[in-house]
């Protein structure tokens, strides 16, 4: 006896959203949690928090060391902007060299360029480190800033594969027109690939973002810390963790992703789907 349709597509929906739903309990729970008064996070099973309260939010806002958690947050947010400019800029660059320039060894120079993306990060971090020591570039930005002017492998494959379905003829058109190659970059190719820009900018932005241990190497000034590095001092190795706090700054936290991602959802979803099809 078969199954009508319908009721399979029925059945298919219910288990999507049961998995949607699942995936989703976590984070249900911590924005719950941040408005539950400390004695009831870890007792109360609820979603639904029996007992509103904003403390969390305000005590978590105030930070620690009179230092409010709104500092982290600008100095997130600078790095960020300052990595996604460093990173679209450099990248779409280099994609444009390898994608339309020719120049000698030209193919071997991309293999080798993609073969550092399979590289590990933790087997260049101490050369890294000792080399921003030694320029004196520890506790500041520029460890975290600096090298995303210098491109990275995945971004240029990204907007490679990408400026590879432009047709050469807009080239053409533009080279009679007495454009030369950083015209035809910056007026014809660079607005074309905008859906492959922002699909690399809200990768980095994220990345960025959401970076613990790269920023836990370098940065040593609790002035200079950022959002992750801010909720860890919310955290105590005795056990006398202030974790609604945590909770209510983790919430905070999550709304500049989700901002960034719904804004640009319409180019990341074009840029990866119209980049992974050229070849």
Sequence with gaps: MTIPKSV??????????????LMLYPVLWLISSSFKPTTL?????????????????RSGWSGLR?????????????????????VVLSSSMAAFAFARIDFPLKKLWFALMLGTIMLPGHVTLIPQYIIFHELNWVDTFLPLTVPKFFAEAFYVFLIVQFIRGIPKELDESAKIDGAGWFKLFFRIILPLCTPALVTAAIFTFLGTWD??????????DIKKFTVPLGLRLFLDSSGNSNWGAVFAMSVLSIVPSLLIFFAGQRYFTQGIATSGLKG
């Excluded at 970076?211 to 040593?220: C, K, N, V």
């Design 211 to 220: 970076d613990f241990f790269g920023q836990l190497i370098y940065l040593s």
């Design 41 to 57: 996070i870890f007792t109360d099973k609820s979603l639904w928090p029996s007992d509103f309260t904003l403390e969390h939010y």
């Design 66 to 86: 009179n230092i409010q958690f709104g500092n982290f947050f600008v100095n997130s947010i600078m790095l960020c902007v300052i990595a996604v400019f460093g």
């Design 8 to 21: 399979r597509n029925g059945l298919l929906h219910v288990l999507i959203l049961a998995f949607g739903a």
